[in-house]
């Protein structure tokens, strides 16, 4: 009894975790090489949806978009999944409707105009 007790006990804080997309994410590598850091959490004026914002580019993406909102506004939607979200998409600088899958330390980002979508695959670094 006393191990199950243990085990339940060590296994709390992680699946406390399964389901916050939280944290820094690597957005996918675009065809010149260049892609972003992208640190996730609650927006700062309503804890209950989720925003990120560009910490920094790698392989010659524009330093300029540092400290820039680049997903606000997501709403949970069932487990691991937020919706009804606005992405901003550094390279046609447009913004667009947006989901997020969360699939272990897969973050699947979409953003849509009507029914026509195009996502990456971002893979979170801590």
Not at 10 to 32: F, H, K, R
Not at 65 to 90: C, D, F, H, L, V
Not at 95 to 115: A, H, R
Request: hydrophobic fraction near 40%; include cysteine.
């Amino acid at each position: 009894m006393k191990r199950v007790l243990a085990a339940a006990l060590i296994a709390l804080p992680l699946a406390a975790q399964a389901g916050d997309p939280s944290g820094l994410w690597q957005t996918a590598v675009n065809d010149e090489g260049k892609y972003l850091h992208v640190q996730i959490g609650a927006c700062a004026g309503d804890a209950s949806q989720i925003c990120g914002t560009i910490v920094q580019g790698f392989g010659g993406a524009s330093q300029d978009n540092n400290g820039k909102a680049i997903i606000w506004g997501m709403q949970a939607s069932g487990e691991n999944y937020w919706r009804r979200g606005t992405i901003w998409a550094p390279d046609d600088d447009k913004t667009y409707n947006s989901n997020m899958t969360l699939n272990g330390n897969s973050l699947q980002v979409e953003g849509c105009v009507l029914v026509f979508c195009r996502g990456q695959t971002w893979t979170r670094v801590n």
